[in-house]
């Protein structure tokens, strides 16, 4: 049996009923399997990101989970979450009805075709960042190039990123 492991999730939205998506996806977080969801920020906005981005402003979120989920496992669990949910991939960046993200999965690191962890651009968005400060301020984690990571030193790269707290989940 595989050990207990610390998992960080970004849940993203821009279609539909966001707000009512996320909620959702939370409760159903909550009851995957080898899994016990710990932690949950608040819900953020922020614009589309990234090139040919476009759309409705996104809701997004991070929650961690305490999981016995291998990697990959949990990759095929989120993604029957976004088809469920009615996630397409049309298109790089297009808007989506849940897009969900393992951005760190303990200390593990993966790199093939279907996965990479930590997720390789999560430095670069305020829609993970502060999200992920909200519920551990402390983290710390090592890149691909197996440099440290301080969440903390990140923060001052996304400071010119609009994104608006929401609401408490």
């Known amino acids: 049996m595989s050990s207990v492991v610390t998992a960080y999730v970004a849940l993203g939205a821009n279609l539909g009923d966001t707000q009512a998506t996320l909620h959702a996806v939370i409760s159903e977080l909550a009851r995957l399997p080898k899994s016990q969801l710990i932690a949950q920020s608040s819900l953020y906005s922020s614009p589309p990101f990234g ?3 476009d759309g409705p402003d996104y809701i997004n979120a991070v929650v961690a989970i305490e ?16 088809h469920a949910h009615g996630r397409e991939r049309h298109y790089q960046n297009a808007p989506r009805t849940l897009d969900l993200d393992i951005v760190l999965y303990g200390d593990k690191q993966v790199r093939d075709e279907r996965l990479t962890i930590p997720h390789p651009r999560m430095h670069e968005r305020a829609f993970v960042l502060l999200p992920l400060t909200e519920i551990k301020p402390d983290l710390m984690w090592h890149n691909e190039q197996g440099q440290l990571q301080v969440l903390q030193k990140l923060l001052p790269s996304v400071a010119g990123q609009q994104i608006t707290q929401q609401t408490a989940v």
């Not at 016995?68 to 989120?78: A, F, I, S, V």
């Open 67 to 82: 999981t016995r989920l291998l990697p990959h496992e949990l990759l095929d669990q989120l993604q029957a979450m976004e």
């Open 51 to 53: 090139p040919n981005a």
